[in-house]
Structure formats: structure tokens, C-alpha cells
């Protein structure tokens, strides 16, 4: 995991799909307790994985990178942790994809009517502004493979362009959003 958060820190540009949770540079501290609760069960090793999780938030309020995030509807109807915190946490996703470098979009569920390839599973990937080649992470129960082949990680960018294309806009996404919070409040 150092690697990566190494490469992350080093990005110009992140674009990442999930179709499972709130992607983890988008999650609260206690969202992301949470889903750090369902992999260790130390209390250290838990708060452990939050600070990790936080500190690496800290690249998004540089303007020098570029973040990119489809989500996936159902995310934003998935109450992990309760109602109570999935409304403070979509209110965090609002006010994060206000920042200029951020664009949060949401995959409607009606839009998932026809196969895509975000169907597989989600991914982050890396884009660097020199001359490194982007990398793609896949994460798994206890593990991630990082992927660098360059075809492989072409398809993973198409299919993130794709998904682009398929999702409601910025504008769009942020009023489903303040309308799930409504509905839940």
C-alpha cells in the first residue's frame, strides 16, 4: 500500500469508478471506520487505517491534481454505519466535489439497464504529468493488484471514459445527492 500512496502522491490526474462503496478519498472518518471495522478487528489497527485514509485525502486540496470519480448509484442508497452516517456522508461528497479539481458524477441505476464494463468491479487509476505510464489498482478482500501493463490500463481508462459519458453531470449528480439526504433526513 506505501507504494501506491508514493505513486498517489505523485499524480496530476486520479479517475477512479465504484460501484460499492464511497471511493476512499471521498470518505468521512468515521465512513471510512466503518468499512475498516470489516477488514481488522484491533482498535489500533482500525484507527490505524483511518488516519492512513485521511492523510491521504490531503492531495486533493492541492490544485496540481485532477480527480475524476463515477460512483455508482446504489453507493449513495447503501447505509453503512446507519442512515445517521450516510447522510453526513454524502453531505461531505457535496461539499469535496465543490473543489474545482474534483468532478463527482453518479451512474443513475437506470443507466445500468445495459452491460458496461464498470460491471466487473471498480478500479482507481493514476495519471502522471511526466513521462511515467498511469497505473490502475484493483482491490481485493485483502490484497490490490496494481496493473501497469499498458493495454490493460488503456481499457480501464476507456471503460472510466465510458462511464463518463453514461453518468449525470457534476450538477446533475450533486442535486441526486441533496435529494437522497432529503429523503433520508
Do not use: C
Not at 481499457?155 to 442535486?175: C, G, K, R
Amino acid at each position: 500500500m506505501q507504494s501506491w500512496i508514493d505513486w498517489e502522491d505523485q499524480a496530476s490526474g486520479i479517475v477512479e469508478w465504484t460501484l460499492d462503496v464511497v471511493p476512499g478519498l471521498l470518505q468521512t472518518a468515521e465512513y471510512a471506520r466503518q468499512l475498516a471495522g470489516a477488514w481488522a478487528s484491533r482498535p489500533a489497527e482500525i484507527e490505524a487505517r483511518v488516519a492512513t485514509r485521511m492523510a491521504r485525502q490531503t492531495l486533493l486540496s492541492r490544485d496540481t491534481v485532477s480527480y475524476d470519480v463515477v460512483i455508482d448509484e446504489a453507493v449513495l442508497h447503501r447505509p453503512i454505519g446507519g442512515a445517521t452516517l450516510l447522510v453526513d456522508q454524502l453531505r461531505h461528497l457535496i461539499r469535496t466535489a465543490e473543489r474545482p479539481n474534483i468532478s463527482l458524477q453518479v451512474l443513475p441505476t437506470a443507466a445500468t439497464v445495459r452491460a458496461h464494463r464498470g460491471l466487473i468491479g471498480s478500479f482507481i487509476a493514476l495519471q502522471f504529468s511526466d513521462k511515467d505510464d498511469p497505473l490502475v489498482q484493483i482491490e481485493h478482500i485483502s490484497s490490490a493488484v496494481i496493473v501497469d501493463d499498458p493495454a490493460e490500463v488503456e481499457a480501464h481508462l476507456a471503460a472510466h471514459s465510458t462511464l463518463t459519458e453514461m453518468a449525470m453531470s457534476p450538477a446533475e449528480s450533486a442535486d441526486l445527492i441533496r435529494h437522497v439526504v432529503k429523503e433520508m433526513e
